[in-house]
């Protein structure tokens, strides 16, 4: 698989971090609202949640999937699980034109190859193509900023994120982060209410 032409970009800068032990008990995010706490907590698919939410197809626009020696400054912790050698993979999330998502994944370049076959399709739709089981488990929640966030997004930040791991067969397959914009905050409300 080649690498894409455009470069990757840093991963954003974490201002907060729930404590792990605080995301795994589900006891993180308490003074999210109840919409928000579902996106960025639940263990359903963020595309099928942007579907739904605004009536509009995920369009996906592949900033950059390249080779990367090690997991990067920024990764999550749990990169360093996957087997090497890695593969990181960047996109912009659109419905209807309006970016509502930022994502990245670190892969085993292997299993990129063998399941990141259309670089425009949500990661969701290439691994369930097969209807095989796969496992989600949310890691990290964090607020997190970067310029080119907000340039895309259009407001200044900070913005939720969140991490998780997809297991197969109880295998670790990918991690994967998103950061969202507070242009959600029309279809979910304001994330933290007053």
Not at 87 to 96: A, D, F, S
Request: net charge negative; with cysteine; proline share 8%.
């Amino acid at each position: 698989m080649a690498p894409a032409s455009a470069l990757l970009l840093p991963s954003p800068s974490p201002l907060w971090q729930a404590p792990l032990a605080e995301v795994l008990e589900a006891q993180a995010g308490q003074g999210l609202s109840g919409a928000w706490k579902l996106l960025l907590l639940g263990d359903g698919s963020p595309t099928r949640h942007l579907q739904l939410l605004t009536g509009l197809p995920v369009e996906v626009d592949l900033i950059a999937m390249e080779r990367e020696p090690a997991a990067g400054p920024g990764a999550p912790a749990e990169v360093a699980e996957l087997e090497r050698p890695l593969l990181r993979r960047q996109v912009w999330l659109r419905c209807g034109g309006q970016t509502l998502a930022w994502a990245e994944s670190w892969w085993n370049q292997a299993e990129a190859e063998q399941h990141l076959r259309q670089r425009d399709q949500p990661i969701w739709r290439s691994l369930t193509a097969g209807r095989t089981e796969l496992y989600r488990e949310v890691d990290g929640l964090a607020q997190v900023q970067a310029p080119w966030l907000a340039e895309r997004f259009g407001a200044a930040g900070p913005f939720w994120s969140r991490h998780y791991r997809f297991f197969r067969s109880g295998r670790e397959l990918t991690v994967i982060r998103e950061v969202f914009s507070p242009a959600l905050e029309r279809w979910l409300g304001a994330a933290q209410p007053a």
